[in-house]
C-alpha cells in the first residue's frame, strides 16, 4: 500500500539519506551540504518556504518530494515548484513516483497555482518517460542558470 504524508521534523534524517541517495544516483554525492539539523532549520523552521512529503509502501520510506512556491507575472499567479523527487531503487516500477507526481498536482490545484514544474537531468531518462507519461512536455527554449560560491560572492560584491 502507496501512502504520502506530509513530512514533520523527526523525519529529517529520512529525508537526508534519500537526498544522499538521489546524490549519488546523480554522480554528485561530493555536493552535498545538507545536515539533519540544516534540513530541520530549512523545512520546518520559522520562516521555511519549503515543504517536504514522505512517501511510505507498506508503513516504510520508499521516497520523498520537497517543493517551494514560486511566481508566474505573466499568469499573476503562484506556481509549485518541485525541487527533489526520489524514489529508492528498491521501491521503483511500484507507482510511487507517479503517486508523488499525483499529490503535488493535487496541491498546486487546490493552492491555485497556474503552473506545476521542475527541472530533469537530460541523461535521466527513468525519469523523463515517468514525466512524459503523465503528460509534462520540455521547455527547450528556456536555459537555467546558477550562481553560487565565489561567483555569487563576487556579484554581491560589486
Known amino acids: 500500500m502507496i501512502s504520502i504524508r506530509d513530512a514533520v521534523p523527526a523525519d529529517a534524517a529520512t529525508i537526508l539519506r534519500f537526498i544522499t541517495e538521489l546524490a549519488i544516483y546523480e554522480k554528485a554525492e561530493h555536493e552535498v551540504e545538507a545536515t539533519v539539523e540544516l534540513l530541520q532549520e530549512s523545512l520546518f523552521g520559522p520562516g521555511a518556504v519549503t515543504r517536504a512529503v514522505i512517501c ?3 508503513g516504510e520510506p520508499a521516497g520523498f518530494a520537497i517543493w517551494f512556491y ?21 521501491f521503483r516500477g511500484s507507482g510511487a513516483g507517479k503517486m508523488l507526481l499525483k499529490h503535488l498536482a493535487r496541491i498546486a490545484l487546490a ?44 556579484l554581491a560584491a560589486d
Open 70 to 90: 514560486n511566481y508566474s507575472t505573466w499568469q499573476a499567479r503562484k506556481g509549485l515548484y518541485l525541487e527533489d523527487l526520489y524514489v529508492s531503487p528498491e
Open 56 to 58: 511510505e509502501i507498506d
Open 111 to 154: 493552492e491555485g497555482c497556474g503552473r506545476f514544474e521542475w527541472s530533469v537531468l537530460d541523461w535521466n531518462e527513468p525519469a523523463i518517460r515517468v514525466y512524459e507519461a503523465v503528460g509534462a512536455e520540455p521547455l527547450s527554449e528556456w536555459t537555467r542558470y546558477r550562481l553560487t560560491g565565489k561567483e555569487l560572492e563576487a
